[in-house]
């Protein structure tokens, strides 16, 4: 290839790591870092350069994925104590690919691009949780100036399925907010719907029966109603980052009255005050029933 496709991973999570793992079966360089550097272990052990510090991991990449879990972290990070953003080299690329807010992702773009005008900054959070990434079957919506960013197919064909180009930076960020507002309301509906299974002597094995092969069958409601039938809660997406994420779209709506959304994000709130927020957003699903008895 005529550019360099270094890939620096900052934040190996379980989407980060899952994106790090993907670029090496890609056979790209990859370099990563993370607080805490064991998660990078295993990474380097199939080749990647697991760095002391995220200036380290820029250093010599063309490409930066942030991935990491809010915008005070990822701001510190590039721009704050971490400073990875200068030392990036020149006419570098930053790819912001967390679900950090519509506000936030606009304070990143201005003070990204006041403090190296020769960067590329690429706004492009997923649609997908842990097994799609790891299957490098997520969505990716991307919005910034893709020409700038040659090579930039190479890195997002390496982790994705799909990719969507929306227009000027941040409306990726605007975008993962109503996708993530959809899916929320829908793991709602799923848990209520199973409750009123349950209470009406259906299995969710038979409520999926009824939907299997429909316009209603799809395979995230079959994957959630799994979770609720096997009472067992293992994260895709941890209750807490859906709270966050449906906070930030109340955040991003302004006066726009969601009250669907608002009864949901308190209901959650509830639900991680119990003690769920590290289990999955199916887990709402135990929350009523440990509130029904």
Known sequence: MSHNTTVAVLGLGAMGHA?????????????VWNR??????????????NANSAVEAVSGARFVITMLPDFD????????EGNALEHLPEK?????MGTIGVEQTETLIREIKTARPDVVFIDAPVSGTK?????????ILASGNQQAADGIETVFNAISKWVVWLGEAGRGSRMKLVVNAWLIHMMQGIAESARLAGTLGFSTDEFWSVLDGGPLAAPYVKAKLDKIGNDEYSAQMALAWGLKDARLALE???ETNLPGLVRISDIWRDAVDAGLGEQDIAAVHDYLRRRDS
């Open 19 to 31: 994106f790090a793992a993907n670029l090496l079966n890609n056979d790209l360089s990859v370099r």
């Open 36 to 49: 805490t550097r064991s998660r990078g272990d295993d990474l380097a052990e199939r080749g990647a350069i």
């Open 73 to 80: 972290t990822t701001h510190d990070v590039l721009l704050g």
């Open 92 to 96: 570098g690329v930053v790819i912001q």
């Open 131 to 139: 097994a799609p990434a790891e299957q490098a079957t997520i969505s």
């Open 252 to 254: 991003a709506a302004g």
